[in-house]
């Protein structure tokens, strides 16, 4: 096949290119400069220039190609992210599914796959839900939600097929996000967040190793299945016991608790809602559906898989009983 990749310079496109170059298909991947071009070569695609919130050149890109697939976003990365940067991500998200979809219509594509977040559908009381349970978006995830919407109305009315993969937390040695929480549990100023005015209730987190997400969009790609699936690995985990394992794996002091609250003023009220609100969900339907399994079935095998490619790579020195950060 060919197909069209937007967001091939992030975490999810550049591990998505590499999987479909391996598949033996031609990859095109979105890029807006000389470092992106770069970055999609490298692993085995072919880049074109343009902007997801620019509708022209995101056809002019995808020209040739008969799936697309949207994996594109802005999520923020600060400390505290700003309204601004809230914004910028569902311009990304929504916006860019639109012009996704006039680009689908112009040059007649056959399928539209788009990554969205399994927490669009997390319950207020913390119960398992699925596929079928009833959205409940916030501030952050109402824009993925509005995204399903535009690529799910853009095939009934565009005449092509559409996929929404609902993905679990993301984590890998390439994550900032991932990064960020092993070099602060180093430091011992990545705590774990609780919920509760004591901060003792935690929450349960639907984990995806990356690579694991690329495997499952470039399954999805060579289908012709419809619908929305839900992309976890096998085993949804406390974020207590997630990040005490990484601690334990990094020779890094045991993470302190506290409140979700106390910490509302430091990281913002949305990082703190992502952390204490529990979003046990599982991927039976996409294994159903798919001939697809994680290569990392919980956090234990894909921590190992980060700390030892940290190591590989020199982001990780070696000292006393543990590890050093690296920066780079």
């Keep these: ?83 601004d940067e809230w914004v910028r991500n569902d311009r990304v998200r929504a916006e860019g599914a639109r012009n996704l979809v006039a680009a689908a219509e112009e040059v ?12 669009v559908a997390r319950q207020p009381d913390g119960r398992p839900f699925d596929e079928e349970s009833s959205p409940d978006p916030d501030r952050t995830t109402r824009s993925a939600l ?16 559409v996929g929404v ?10 994550s900032a996000h991932t990064r960020q929480m092993g070099s602060g549990l180093l430091d011992g100023k990545f705590p774990i967040l609780g919920g509760g005015p004591l901060g003792k209730r935690d929450a349960t987190l639907s984990m995806l190793h990356v690579e694991d997400a690329a495997r499952a969009f470039a399954t999805a790609a060579e289908s012709d299945a419809t619908g929305c699936w839900h992309v976890t690995d096998d085993e949804p985990v406390s974020l207590a016991t997630m990040l ?49 399994e994680p290569t990392y079935p919980s956090y234990r095998e894909g921590l190992d898989e980060v700390v030892e ?16 950060w690296r920066e780079q």
């Excluded at 490619?309 to 050093?324: F, H, V």
Aim: charged share 30%; net charge neutral; glycine share 12%.
């Design 1 to 83: 096949m060919n197909v069209f990749v937007a967001g091939a310079t992030g975490v999810l496109g550049r591990e998505l290119v590499a999987e479909l170059a391996a598949r033996n298909h031609h990859v095109v991947g979105l890029s807006r400069g000389a470092r992106g071009d770069e970055l999609v070569a490298d692993r085995g695609g072919e880049p074109r220039r343009g902007d997801i919130l620019d509708e022209k050149s995101l056809a002019d890109a995808a020209e040739g190609c008969s799936a697309l697939i949207h994996a594109a976003t802005a999520i923020p990365t600060s400390r505290k992210p700003t309204e």
């Design 108 to 119: 007649d594509a056959d399928r539209l796959l788009l990554q969205s977040i399994v927490w």
């Design 146 to 161: 509005d995204a399903e919407r535009i690529v799910r109305r853009g095939g009934e009315e565009g005449g092509f097929d």
């Design 165 to 174: 993969l609902r993905c679990g937390f993301f984590y890998s040695p390439e």
């Design 244 to 292: 005490t394992a990484f601690a334990d794996r990094l020779g890094a002091p045991e993470p302190r608790r506290i409140p979700g609250w106390l910490a509302r003023p430091l990281v913002g009220r949305h990082s703190v809602r992502l952390l204490t609100k529990s979003m046990p969900t599982t991927n039976r339907r996409f294994r159903e559906t798919f001939d697809w």
């Design 309 to 324: 490619t940290w190591r590989n790579d020199g982001l990780l020195i070696a000292g006393g009983d543990g590890y050093e």
